[in-house]
C-alpha cells in the first residue's frame, strides 16, 4: 500500500453523530482520492484532492459529506449526521511515482448502529 | 470512461494459470486498460496496465486483442493468495479528473487445492 495509512480502521457511529476518517499518504505525495465500498459492491469514486484543493467532487454526495488535506496534516473525510447508508467500507489512494497506478489504504470500515 | 464487463466468479486450480476476461468494446484510442485486485477486506492493489501492446510484469500478463475490444489476466501459477476480486478498468490515461477509478463488480476468483 506504499505507506498510505487510514485511521481508524474501524468506526462505530450511532444516527446523528458525526464521523472523521484520517488518511495520510506517504510524505511527499500531495494527490488523495476517497472511495467508498458499500457492501458486495465495488469502490465508487467520491473526491480527489491536491494539498489544500478540491479537484474533483463530482461523487460526493451533496449533503453531509465534506473532505479536506490540508498544508499540514492529514486528509480528512468528514460525514456529519450520520445514518445506518452510510456505513461501509472507505478508502483513500494516493498515486505512485509514475502516476500511472494507485497504491491505497487498508480502509476504514464505519458501522452506524 | 468505457464500460467494462466481467464474469461474476470464476474458479481455478492452485499451481494452474487463471485466465480472467474482460469486455470493453466502447474503448476509445486513448483509454488504457488496468486491472486491480482486492483480497477480502483489503485495500486494492494495482496489478497491470496496458494500451494496445501485451504487458507483463511480476505478478501477470495482460492480453489485449488486436482490436482492443477485450482483454484477458492471465495469472501463470494461481496461488491460494490469489483468491480475490479482480477488477478490469478502462480509463484515459491522463484525465483532468486525475486518476478518478471506475470500479464495477469485477470477477471473484476462487482459487482451489
Known amino acids: 500500500n506504499a505507506g498510505v495509512m487510514q485511521n481508524p480502521r474501524h468506526l462505530v457511529r450511532r444516527r446523528g453523530q458525526e464521523a472523521r476518517l484520517r488518511c495520510s499518504p506517504m510524505?511527499?505525495?500531495?494527490?488523495v482520492y476517497w472511495y467508498r465500498q458499500l457492501p458486495e459492491e465495488g469502490l465508487k469514486f467520491m473526491v480527489y484532492?491536491?494539498?489544500?484543493?478540491?479537484?474533483?467532487e463530482s461523487g460526493m454526495p451533496k449533503e453531509r459529506f465534506s473532505a479536506e488535506f490540508p498544508k499540514e496534516g492529514p486528509s480528512i473525510l468528514r460525514i456529519q449526521q450520520v445514518v445506518r447508508g452510510d456505513s461501509a467500507a472507505y478508502f483513500c489512494?494516493?498515486?505512485?511515482?509514475?502516476?500511472?497506478?494507485?497504491?491505497f489504504g487498508q480502509g476504514t470500515r464505519l458501522t452506524v448502529v | 470512461d468505457a464500460k467494462t464487463t466481467q464474469p461474476t466468479s470464476m474458479d481455478c486450480a492452485e499451481g494452474r494459470a487463471a485466465n480472467l476476461p474482460c469486455n470493453h468494446s466502447?474503448?476509445?484510442?486513448?483509454?488504457?486498460v488496468y486491472w486491480y485486485r482486492q483480497i477480502h477486506s483489503q485495500g486494492p492493489q494495482y496489478i497491470i496496465h496496458?494500451?494496445?501492446n501485451n504487458e507483463t510484469n511480476e505478478m501477470a500478463s495482460l492480453i489485449i486483442t488486436e482490436d482492443r475490444k477485450s482483454s484477458t489476466l492471465i495469472l501463470p501459477h494461481a496461488t491460494l493468495r490469489d483468491t480475490a476480486v479482480y477488477y478490469c478498468?478502462?480509463?484515459?490515461?491522463?484525465?483532468?479528473?486525475?486518476?478518478?477509478?471506475?470500479f464495477g463488480k469485477g470477477t471473484s476468483l476462487l482459487v482451489t487445492p
Open positions: 478498468i478502462v480509463r484515459v490515461g491522463n484525465s483532468n479528473s486525475g486518476y478518478a477509478l471506475n
Open positions: 484532492l491536491q494539498k489544500e484543493n478540491i479537484i474533483d
Open positions: 496496458g494500451l494496445k
Open positions: 510524505k511527499g505525495h500531495s494527490h
Open positions: 466502447t474503448i476509445s484510442g486513448n483509454e488504457y
Open positions: 489512494a494516493t498515486l505512485g511515482e509514475g502516476k500511472t497506478e494507485a497504491f
